[in-house]
């Protein structure tokens, strides 16, 4: 057989797997949609009472710098259950439920209420203590690692810039990580079926961890080759989609319309669609893998189910009239979107750029010379760490101790200042220099009149005392207008905004639940994953202002620099910089896609 021959039988299986898959478009997404519908409406309801439960303790929100107080009164308790009962209600209905529908599909009988329905039940099956590790490793660990079946409330979860940055500076911790890495995958690979075991096999938990792991034994190989052959299919579905969408109308348009103008509105528009029709795939992607993982299933088991699906014509009719008509629809809007785009698009760079521990990387950190560079890079701001020394006076130093920067494992609250000021900094990315460790006076005086300063409260020290000698040492200073407070510590920073109204104040946050827009201050810092385009929306509503920290890879750059935030901490000004001009240079279909990729 000639490789032209073998390469028109691939075109023609691959043709055949489209075709099969694309037949029950209308059941997938009837499933995605009903099922968002009902997730949507409970989470809506647990959130509504929850908030309830923060209203009765007093509380506008709740957030990882204010935490204790879910093991201090009785709302805590109720409103850990809460959390948890959403975990196992996501896991219910967006992936139990999935497994079933699935499951019914490969028999050609899908029924969907009553999939939902046994989703929902089967709750039950995992109230025990392995049920919980599978529910946590679902919802935590499979997102991190990119691998094996998620929810869609967490599925976006990802290592934080401000921990992976700290990974990757010591080996050390890069091969500790990696080596975790590998073993969280190699666990979920293993437990691949598990769920499908508890479902479809009737199994205890404990007995589907043992199936798993014995069809995985002996079918590594071939589900190995299943996942490169779904790889494949995918990756073709987006070619084939570039093709239709806008690789061949964009050759039509180019030799028929002669007004350039009118070409790049068109091209403008067929990029959009093309962009909606890979979102599609991409979203509809996840329960076509679970079809194919319950097919191996039951192969692997040698209960071979083909699979035939029995879609009435009426069905397939649907789903060609819905897609030719949304594809439509989008291109008829893109167009007419793309000729007004000057009037609904400000592609100004509004969000200012703050240096994280006085210059980032661009000088050795928590230093005058930092505060130097930062300055001589543009930077908005400037945020360094005080803490308190034996004799009460305040350093510049962001550990706990001086361990990393000073080869001295004594922490600051046990030096006197005169023996803080013996110590030399080497910093590891400026290994020929050396730094004297500032005092917080230093760092006023080489910041004033020439750059914000965003002092954050930090360490063992950071206390009321620390509050009232910062607020008064910045006073002598004349520089209340110049500099912000900010910490980690919610009451801290609450007792700062509600003494001393007139000095502004941020509060950091890794996460929050609740009304977090009302809580007491005047900034808010969000780190990366929590910054979403509605709580950035909902600060601002509230009169607030929005830090987000610590973006440092280009892509996290990019997607906070064009978002509505007014700063980002981080720690590669430059390449910040760098990439405020690159922003400036895109065109009108950058503009758009860079708008859709990062809409969250």
């Known amino acids: 057989m000639s490789f032209l021959e073998k390469a028109r039988g691939k075109a023609r299986e691959l043709l055949k797997l489209y075709f099969r898959y694309g037949s029950i478009v209308y059941d997938v997404a009837k499933y995605a949609i009903v099922s968002s519908i009902i997730l949507s409406l409970v989470s809506y309801l647990l959130n509504q009472l929850s908030l309830f439960l923060l209203k009765t303790a007093g509380r506008v929100a709740i957030s990882t710098g204010d935490f204790t107080f879910l093991f201090k009164t009785w709302q805590g308790p109720l409103l850990l259950l809460i959390g948890i009962g959403v975990l196992f209600m996501y896991v219910a209905l967006d992936l139990n439920s999935q497994i079933i529908y699935s499951d019914q599909i490969l028999r050609g009988r899908p029924k969907l ?75 979920g690979v293993i437990h691949i079926f598990i769920l499908h075991g508890i479902l479809l096999g009737g199994l205890k938990s404990y007995h589907a961890d043992n199936e798993s792991r014995e069809l995985l034994r002996k079918n590594w190989k071939d589900f190995l080759m299943a996942h490169v052959k779904l790889l494949g299919a995918l990756l073709g579905a987006f070619i084939l989609i570039f093709i239709i969408f806008e690789f061949i109308p964009g050759v039509l348009f180019h030799f028929l319309v002669k007004d350039e103008e009118v070409l790049q509105n068109l091209e403008l528009a067929l990029r959009m669609t093309s962009s909606l029709g890979s979102l599609t795939v991409s979203s509809l992607f996840k329960t076509f893998y679970m079809i194919r993982m319950t097919q191996l299933y039951y192969q692997y088991k040698g209960e071979e189910i083909k699979f035939r699906p029995r879609t009435p014509k009426w069905k397939a009719i649907l789903s060609v009239m819905t897609v030719i008509i949304v594809y439509a629809f989008v291109f008829a809007f893109s167009y007419a979107f793309s000729m007004f785009f000057d009037e609904i698009y400000d592609t100004r760079i509004s969000t200012q750029i703050i240096a994280h521990r006085a210059g980032g990387v661009e000088a050795p950190e928590n230093t005058v010379t930092g505060i130097e560079k930062a300055i001589e890079l543009g930077a908005y701001g400037a945020e360094i760490d005080i803490q308190r020394t034996k004799d009460g006076y305040y350093i510049v130093n962001h550990d706990s101790s001086f361990s990393r920067l000073c080869n001295n494992k004594a922490k600051p609250e046990d030096l006197t200042l005169d023996e803080v000021k013996d110590l030399i900094i080497r910093d590891p990315n400026f290994p020929n220099m050396e730094e004297d460790v500032a005092t917080f006076e230093e760092m006023l005086d080489a910041s004033k009149d020439k750059i914000i300063l965003f002092v954050e409260l930090k360490g063992n020290t950071a206390d009321e005392q620390m509050a009232e000698d910062a607020v008064r040492i910045i006073k002598e200073k004349g520089m209340e207008k110049q500099c912000v407070l900010i910490s980690l510590k919610y009451p801290l920073i609450n007792y700062i905004e509600t003494k001393y109204p007139e000095m502004d104040t941020a509060y950091l946050t890794f996460a929050s639940f609740g009304n977090t827009q009302n809580l007491n201050c005047d900034y808010l810092g969000l780190e990366e994953e929590a910054a979403s385009v509605r709580i950035i929306n909902m600060i601002h509503d509230s009169g607030k202002k929005v830090m987000v920290w610590t973006p440092n890879s280009l892509e996290s750059q990019k997607k906070f620099l064009i978002s509505e935030a007014d700063y980002i901490i981080t720690d590669k000004v430059l390449q910040a910089n760098n990439m405020i001009e690159e922003l400036k240079k895109r065109d009108r279909i950058d503009v758009i896609l860079d708008a859709i990729n990062y809409a969250q």
């Open 113 to 187: 209420f009553e999939a939902l329905k046994k989703g929902f039940l089967s709750i039950k099956e995992f109230f025990t203590p392995d049920g919980l590790g599978i529910i946590l490793y679902i919802a935590l660990i499979a997102p991190l690692i990119g691998f094996g079946f998620t929810i869609s409330l967490t599925d976006s979860l990802y290592v934080p810039d401000f921990i992976s940055s700290v990974i990757d500076s010591v080996l050390v911790y890069r091969i500790l990580y990696y080596l975790a890495l590998a073993a969280f995958i190699f666990v």
